[in-house]
């Protein structure tokens, strides 16, 4: 199954917060890169992003801080990389701060986390997979979209 122009350009939208965000046709599907490095791949409207040792599976104690949590909490000290985040359950190893306004959809979280990917189930809840929700109209602007 082919992607869709509209879903590829929805991928390319969201992630322009975090650099320079493009698309090259490849394997049947597109390659997602940032500033020239690969971070994902969108095959069949399923965008799948890349791991390394840090967000692999079973190395779930590190985060990432939503640029205005770093900004308020730590007065936007970048010492705060590798330092060990307090939380009520234990602690995670702060790996990076994401730049400002890096959202998903209209939210700018405040941490973000690895998600788990079941093996046996890579498509369940968890999985690093986002689904089209809904298609966009191809004169739309971020800021209606």
Known sequence: MANSPDFVAHVLELM????????RAMFGGHGI???GMIVGI??????????DDETRPGNDDVV????????RWFGG???VVGR???LQEGSLTIVGVAPPGLRIGVMEPEAYTPLPIDPANPGAI???AFQRT????????????
């Open 126 to 128: 968890g999985s690093r």
């Open 64 to 71: 990432i801080l939503g640029h205005g949590f770093w900004q």
């Open 77 to 79: 000290d970048p010492g």
């Open 84 to 86: 060990r985040l307090a």
């Open 134 to 145: 809904r298609s966009i109209a191809s004169n739309a602007s971020s800021r209606n979209a």
């Open 33 to 35: 890169y940032l500033d």
């Open 42 to 51: 969108v095959v069949a409207d399923v965008l799948y992003l890349k791991t």
């Open 16 to 23: 322009r917060g975090a650099g320079s965000a493009t698309a």
